[in-house]
């Protein structure tokens, strides 16, 4: 017999990251009663569980203007200033309560060695320009780094959550979320151990469940699935960034293998460098044995940003010259892309192979298909973080603030930040909200939903249909190099998906039934993705299409949103403000200093 | 492949693991020590291994997955 647990709350939040315990302790310092859900153990679960660094702004060492402005052409002027700006000021402030609750912080010495510093103290301290990446400009800028060694960086935000009084919800995996009269009033689950159903009721409703992507092994992060752009989709909230990808570079003979890539951990060898291509680094070559001057990174402006690099190699497969390979053989052992896995777990057998060949082919797995951080979400009507829903919140990876990314270690302030005005002003709005007395049809309604897939008889299982999004969405001229005829293909592949797939899920026990509601979450991301890239027709950032090249300033000079419209998706442009345009006059080739495959005949 | 062993031996049935996997692969068995219920979820991220006190877990670097079937 299955139970449904009903859990009154005032707020609630869904995802227990960074974002979402920020959250969840800011509503309940308001003095609200809070719930904080994760569909695994909040505290070690989502995005947040690997940070390396986070950039804190201190207002008497460093320059805002600068900072604010140091990804906005390697981001190719999409990211919203505002929010950048915003996010520095506040960084501080998060940074040190941070501190109080108990963070231990990671620095380096003057001889680049990492030592432990005790938490508070010499904050802001210049850490060496080549150690963090992903913009030259963000490494020389990122002023204070922290990891998670020896203690998992969000266990003593949960202990700090708990101690205050919010009540913790693990396990349980969020499906839905119920609107009633205009306004969200709480969110349907299901556990991962029982076939039990939770009814969340709750005045207002924080969406911190990160970015999401196909489950692709290899990179931390990968159990979000884009759950959060799916539900608040369906409530009528507007989803922006669906265009924009990550790519993250594996070995190929160890792809799904997190250590490998060429972008290191930079705590766990003595260098730094995150591309493992500084001056002494190792060499990309391609199979004409020709070094990749695209890919490599360079300290000239030209070449500088992560997305390229990657799109580089990627470049260079689809002109028929992979493999692309690290020559190891000709290197500095320090430097070698190679095993840098977490202290303790060393995995001979990774290092042993590359010596033996004298080199290290790569590829692209890791992260392949995932949102590129902070670049999608939900979009905020305002620096509140509210969405366009009433009662309904988003903060961290879930909101498509479009901040960019210009420095690495943003992130983490961003979901500090966006966590901590969400969880205020979410707690704000319940106070003065009156608790809705839930439609006993409508809960009907969302509960046999999300209990489909388990009372059917017979249809397709999450795992295969897992499989088969992969295999749709992977390689790399879907969603990397770009055109109108592909993404077409695959828009219809994965239009019979949705309608006949997702439609038809089985599963067999509650672990396959939350693993069905991501297969559902997945394909609307795949969805909006094509969708997305087929509407923008030009190249900017990661989005590059053969058949439009170039970038197209002003005309798209705009950010893309996507919301429901009588049952299919509508998209359109939202422009960005032109206070934050290039120079119009420039000409294009200094506008963009990075140039796209058939953009310019050499 | 993936994670590949759970000593028994060693493991103290703490169910830290468990915690970490946010993936859902490892459960606590009836004679409460952890088991590798869901191996095919695994994402190859570590925290298991990382993780356990009793160092009773080792995570394979290599992950295969099943070939593709017309309907599964």
Redesign the interface.
Known sequence: MSLENVIETEVLVIGGGQAGLFAAIKAKEQGVNVTLVDKGYAGRSGQSQNPCVMDVFVPERHDLDAWVKSGHVVNEYLDNLEWVELVFKESLARWQELCAWGLKSYKYDKDGKVFVSPAGKDDGEQIPAESLGPTREGRALSPVIFRRFPTRQQDFMRKQALKIGVKFVDRVTITDLIKQDGRIVGAVGIPADSSDTYIFKAKAVVMCLGKGGFKVPGIRTVTTTNDGDAMAFRVGCEITGKEWSDNHPARGDFPAYAWTGIDRNPFVSRDVATSGAGAQGPKLYNAESKELESVRRKTGSRTTGQNFEGLGMIFEAHAGRAPIYFDIAHADPDYWPMNHSPKGMPRQEIDETAMKLGRVRMTFGRALGQSFQLSDGIWPINTDCATQVPGLYAAGDSLGARPGYPMAGFAMSFCSVTGTRAGVNAAEYAKKTERAKIDEDELARLKKITLAPAERKGGFTPGWATQVIRNTMTPYWVLYVKSADRLQAALTNIEFMRDNVVTRLTARDPHELRLAHEVKSMTLHCEMKLRASLFRKESRWTHYREDYPMRDDPSWLAWVKIREENGSMKLYKEPIPKKWWPDLSLPYEERYPMAFPGEIEE | M?VEKIDRELCNGCGIC???????VI?MGEDKKAVI??P????????C???CPK?AIY?S???T??F??A??
């Open positions: 993936v468990v915690n970490s996997c946010s993936s859902d459960r219920k869901y095919e979820e695994c994402i190859v991220c570590l925290y291994e990382e993780d160092h995570v670097p290599v992950k997955t099943p593709l079937t309907w599964g």
